[in-house]
Structures are given as structure tokens and as C-alpha cells.
């Protein structure tokens, strides 16, 4: 499984990137908005920083201005996502962006249907919103094993970017389920390094090593 960042943080992506950990990044509105920065600039940044595939959301409603902010961030790098939302007019701008070679995530996808919409117009990705959906009390994990169902039904290659993810537990169950790749805030890369048991053993390991004689190694 692939482990995307969720932010448009240059220092998070940098620290990312030197754990290893990161195989692209995806961006959107609000998380742009948070470093207020230049557009243009900072997404050159982080495209020319990140060794894989970057999602960059268009803001049009209709269609023709989804297709034609698309061609323009397409523009920016070869790993440019362009990402779409899940509409009518989206899945049309879809269906033509990926016949000239651009490559969509479909975003804000909420339900099954809407992601097998979103396969059948050819995107590349589709990013269901998990927490979101944990958040009125609707089980978020379910859709994205729905989604996964669907797709090896019907032998869809369309990729699966587990998306609004708010915990750990959301990673191990995207895991579980062979999700293609979750995307994550930074916060929670760094908590799936951590265990209670890891810092207790290391703590004891060198309290032990303490008390072994050494030579010159003080
Ligand atoms: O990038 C899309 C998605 O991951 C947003 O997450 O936390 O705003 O629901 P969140």
C-alpha cells in the first residue's frame, strides 16, 4: 500500500520524504489556503520536491473551466494529479482530460456509485472521504470496501486513495481491506511509528547496557 501526504506543508513533506515514507502527496483548497503562500509557487515546490504523483484541485464548476485550469497545473510537472470533484460536470471534465493523457483523482466521493461513476469515466484515482463519514455516525471504512469489491468485480483499474484519514486505525483497516493507497496528515504518519512497548523495551535496553562493562566505550 502506498502512503501519501495530505498537505501542502513544505516542512512536512521534506520530513516526510527523509522517513522514506512518502510515495506522493495530495493537496486541496483548505490545505493550500493554511500556508499562505503563492499558488503558482508553492505547488511548483512541492511537484519538484515529491518523487511521485501530486493531486492538485481545480476550483471551476462547469466542465470547460475544469478542463482548461487542468491543462494549466498539468503544465506544472510529469506527476501532476489533477483533481476533479465528483459531479457531473467533473466526471465530463474526467472523461476528456484522460482522453489527452492528463491524469484525475476524483475527490469528495461519498458513495460506491459515485466511484464506479467515476472508474467508468477512466480516472486514475478516486479519493473516498473516510473521516467525514465517521463523522455523521456512517461507518467510512465500509464505502472503501465497497469500492474495492466493485473494482475487482469488475477488474477496474482505477486506483483507491483512502482519504480523509484521521487515525491510525484507518490506515491498518485500509491495509486490511488491500486498499491501493491512503493519504494521511503528517501528524498521523508519525503516530504509526509509535508504541507504548517500543519506548518501555528501549528504555530498559539501555538501562541494562549500563550496567555492562565496556572498554573505553565509557
Ligand atoms: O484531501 C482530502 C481529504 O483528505 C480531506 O480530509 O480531514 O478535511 O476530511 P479532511
Redesign the pocket.
Known amino acids: 500500500m502506498k502512503f501519501f501526504l495530505?498537505t501542502a506543508n513544505l516542512d512536512e513533506i521534506r520530513r516526510g520524504i527523509q522517513m522514506g515514507l512518502v510515495d506522493g502527496v495530495?493537496?486541496?483548497p483548505?490545505?493550500i489556503s493554511k500556508e499562505g503562500r503563492e499558488f503558482w509557487e508553492l505547488v511548483s515546490e512541492i511537484c519538484r520536491m515529491v518523487d511521485g504523483p501530486v493531486s492538485l484541485e481545480v476550483t471551476a464548476l462547469e466542465a470547460e473551466g475544469m478542463i482548461k485550469e487542468a491543462r494549466e497545473l498539468a503544465k506544472i510537472g510529469e506527476n501532476v494529479v489533477v483533481k476533479i470533484p465528483m459531479t457531473e460536470e467533473g466526471i465530463k471534465a474526467v472523461k476528456r482530460l484522460e482522453a489527452e493523457g492528463v491524469k484525475t483523482n476524483v475527490?469528495l466521493v461519498f458513495s460506491p456509485l459515485q466511484a464506479l461513476i467515476a472508474a467508468k469515466a477512466g480516472a486514475s484515482y478516486v479519493?473516498p472521504?473516510i473521516?467525514?463519514l465517521d463523522d455523521i455516525s456512517t461507518e467510512g471504512m465500509r464505502l472503501v470496501e465497497d469500492i474495492l469489491t466493485i473494482f475487482s468485480n469488475y477488474d477496474i483499474f482505477t486506483q483507491v486513495i483512502v482519504?480523509?484519514?484521521?487515525h491510525p486505525m484507518h490506515v491498518l483497516e485500509a491495509a486490511l481491506l488491500g486498499a491501493d493507497i491512503v493519504?494521511m496528515?503528517f501528524r498521523v504518519m508519525e503516530q504509526l511509528f509509535r508504541h507504548p512497548l517500543t519506548d518501555i523495551g528501549l528504555e530498559r535496553f539501555l538501562k541494562d547496557w549500563e550496567k555492562v562493562p565496556k572498554r573505553g566505550l565509557g
Open positions: 495530505d495530495t493537496t486541496n483548505t490545505l475527490t479519493s472521504f473521516g467525514r482519504a480523509s484519514v484521521r493519504t496528515p
